[in-house]
């Protein structure tokens, strides 16, 4: 993709050149650049060939080596080496965890004080006060005062209708408990006399079907010439028949205070479910209407906050419109940007170091617990990474070579167009070998760098 991205750029230079003299000027005004004559190139070729090609062939094989030496982990080791290495990759993440978190707190120190800093730089241009953020938190800090008031007017309002809204709830509620309550009381006190009517009714008739039998029994004991055995045998038989009578009302009265307790249960549960439903259904009303005075507040907060807003954008705008044409200000904001910066960066190099220094200093230490020599992974990645870097800035010296060399033939045969690895290209010429050779006429000497730029294979 790379390689590509290279070649549509050397089209677009050599179709640049050829346009730059299709007015006749230059070495393009011969009937073959009429004639729209192509040529194309073969890149890879051409960088293959090139005199510093063996460097960046070095320079690959360099990367791939500490890249691979960089993954590896040492083999063969006892359990007391493999416990100091152990122990060596722990150290080194404990140490990178506290170089980042160092890093990260010197830069959080510094964009503080720069922030400060802009804040009462813009507050001295604009004669704003400084105490309150600069000029920025001073608006803000207005326009924040100002919001909080109309929310809080709001929540006041809010607040009033909902202790209103809440007190007739509770009015309501105790009203319906009461009526419950009453509703209840004379059922109850209906069905008591209901119970307490057939009781007796039914004590009468107990008593009515025995009584013929008492009065008989009764009128025997009147006789004195009873003797003790006859007199003792009606009194029993008198006593059985009460106490069969007796046992007969307690019976029935055992059923009516059963029957009196069910349905007490029965209609306290009616009440309980009636009164809840009427307690939901007021909650549910009460809800709905403070969503709804929410929602009204809103709207009419809306306008108020949208107009506030404004102002202050507006308020803004002209501040920061004031300071970007005040050449002294926008000098001055520079130099405490780039004092804040060299300030950061010279910490962080010296905690870039000291982190390598602390790096190497386990390694050696690890390495004489384990009796073998150990590897920092993480500064062969980066060794790594630096000679990539290097390689790409050869090669792009060498791509700026060849595109020179390309442009100068193009212009020398007038050639409208050179395409860079474009095979079968129709009647386009082959230069590759021109070129090439123009390359290897300059030598290694010619291979200084003439553009800086982060592309390559």
Same mark, same amino acid.
């Given at each position: 993709?790379?390689?590509?991205?290279?070649?549509?750029?050397?089209?677009?230079?050599?179709?640049?050149?050829?346009?730059?003299?299709?007015?006749?000027?230059?070495?393009?005004?011969?009937?073959?650049?009429?004639?729209?004559?192509? @040529?194309?190139?073969?890149?890879?070729?051409?960088?293959?060939?090139?005199?510093?090609?063996?460097?960046?062939?070095?320079?690959?094989?360099?990367?791939?080596?500490?890249?691979?030496?960089?993954?590896?982990?040492?083999?063969?080791?006892?359990?007391?080496?493999?416990?100091?290495?152990?122990?060596?990759?722990?150290?080194?993440?404990?140490?990178?965890?506290?170089?980042?978190?160092?890093?990260?707190?010197?830069?959080?120190?510094?964009?503080?004080?720069?922030?400060?800093?802009?804040?009462?730089?813009?507050?001295?241009?604009?004669?704003?006060?400084?105490?309150? @953020?600069?000029?920025?938190?001073?608006?803000?800090?207005?326009?924040?005062?100002?919001?909080?008031?109309?929310?809080?007017?709001?929540?006041?309002?809010?607040?009033?209708?909902?202790?209103?809204?809440?007190?007739?709830?509770?009015?309501?509620?105790?009203?319906?408990?009461?009526?419950?309550?009453?509703?209840?009381?004379?059922?109850?006190?209906?069905?008591?006399?209901?119970?307490?009517?057939?009781?007796?009714?039914?004590?009468?008739?107990?008593?009515?079907?025995?009584?013929?039998?008492?009065?008989?029994?009764?009128?025997?004991?009147?006789?004195?010439?009873?003797?003790?055995?006859?007199?003792?045998?009606?009194?029993?038989?008198?006593?059985?028949?009460?106490?069969?009578?007796?046992?007969?009302?307690?019976?029935?009265?055992?059923?009516?205070?059963?029957?009196?307790?069910?349905?007490?249960?029965?209609?306290?549960?009616?009440?309980?479910?009636?009164?809840?439903?009427?307690?939901?259904?007021?909650?549910?009303?009460?809800?709905?209407?403070?969503?709804?005075?929410?929602?009204?507040?809103?709207?009419?907060?809306?306008?108020?906050?949208?107009?506030?807003?404004?102002?202050?954008?507006?308020?803004?705008?002209?501040?920061?419109?004031?300071?970007?044409?005040?050449?002294?200000?926008?000098?001055?904001?520079?130099?405490?940007?780039?004092?804040?910066?060299?300030?950061?960066?010279?910490?962080?190099?010296?905690?870039?170091?000291?982190?390598?220094?602390?790096?190497?200093?386990?390694?050696?230490?690890?390495?004489?617990?384990?009796?073998?020599?150990?590897?920092?992974?993480?500064?062969?990645?980066?060794?790594?990474?630096?000679?990539?870097?290097?390689?790409?800035?050869?090669?792009?010296?060498?791509?700026?070579?060849?595109?020179?060399?390309?442009?100068?033939?193009?212009?020398?045969?007038?050639?409208?167009?050179?395409?860079?690895?474009?095979?079968?290209?129709?009647?386009?010429?082959?230069?590759?070998?021109?070129?090439?050779?123009?390359?290897?006429?300059?030598?290694?000497?010619?291979?200084?760098?003439?553009?800086?730029?982060?592309?390559?294979?």
């Amino acid at each position: 993709m790379r390689r590509l991205a290279l070649a549509a750029t050397l089209l677009l230079a050599i179709l640049a050149v050829g346009c730059s003299h299709q007015n006749g000027a230059g070495p393009f005004s011969g009937g073959a650049a009429r004639e729209g004559k192509v @040529g194309y190139v073969d890149l890879d070729a051409v960088v293959a060939v090139h005199p510093l090609h063996s460097q960046l062939q070095a320079m690959q094989d360099q990367i791939a080596l500490l890249q691979q030496e960089s993954s590896l982990v040492p083999t063969g080791m006892t359990p007391e080496q493999n416990a100091a290495y152990q122990q060596l990759q722990a150290a080194l993440a404990d140490a990178e965890s506290k170089f980042q978190n160092d890093l990260g707190a010197r830069r959080a120190y510094y964009e503080q004080r720069e922030a400060q800093a802009i804040s009462q730089l813009q507050a001295s241009t604009l004669g704003a006060n400084s105490n309150a @953020g600069g000029v920025l938190g001073g608006l803000q800090q207005q326009f924040g005062s100002q919001a909080r008031a109309m929310q809080q007017e709001a929540l006041t309002t809010l607040n009033n209708y909902r202790n209103g809204l809440f007190k007739q709830d509770t009015d309501h509620l105790r009203n319906v408990q009461q009526l419950i309550a009453a509703d209840v009381r004379g059922k109850l006190a209906q069905k008591a006399s209901q119970l307490s009517s057939a009781q007796t009714a039914y004590q009468v008739s107990v008593v009515k079907a025995d009584q013929e039998t008492k009065l008989n029994l009764q009128t025997k004991l009147q006789d004195l010439a009873l003797s003790d055995a006859q007199r003792a045998a009606y009194s029993a038989q008198l006593k059985a028949i009460e106490q069969a009578e007796q046992r007969k009302i307690d019976a029935r009265r055992a059923q009516g205070d059963a029957e009196m307790a069910q349905y007490e249960k029965q209609l306290q549960a009616q009440a309980s479910a009636r009164y809840e439903a009427e307690r939901k259904a007021t909650s549910d009303a009460t809800q709905a209407k403070l969503v709804a005075r929410q929602k009204q507040l809103q709207t009419e907060m809306q306008p108020q906050l949208t107009a506030l807003n404004g102002k202050f954008q507006t308020q803004l705008a002209a501040a920061n419109q004031k300071l970007a044409n005040n050449p002294k200000y926008q000098a001055q904001a520079q130099s405490v940007h780039q004092q804040m910066q060299s300030g950061y960066v010279g910490e962080a190099r010296k905690a870039s170091a000291a982190y390598e220094d602390t790096r190497k200093a386990l390694v050696e230490r690890y390495s004489a617990i384990a009796h073998m020599q150990f590897q920092d992974n993480q500064a062969l990645s980066a060794q790594a990474d630096q000679v990539a870097a290097e390689r790409r800035d050869l090669y792009q010296r060498i791509v700026a070579q060849v595109q020179s060399q390309i442009q100068d033939i193009a212009r020398s045969d007038g050639f409208a167009a050179v395409l860079t690895n474009v095979r079968g290209a129709g009647t386009a010429v082959d230069l590759t070998q021109r070129v090439e050779k123009a390359l290897a006429a300059l030598g290694t000497a010619t291979a200084s760098p003439t553009t800086t730029g982060s592309g390559g294979p």
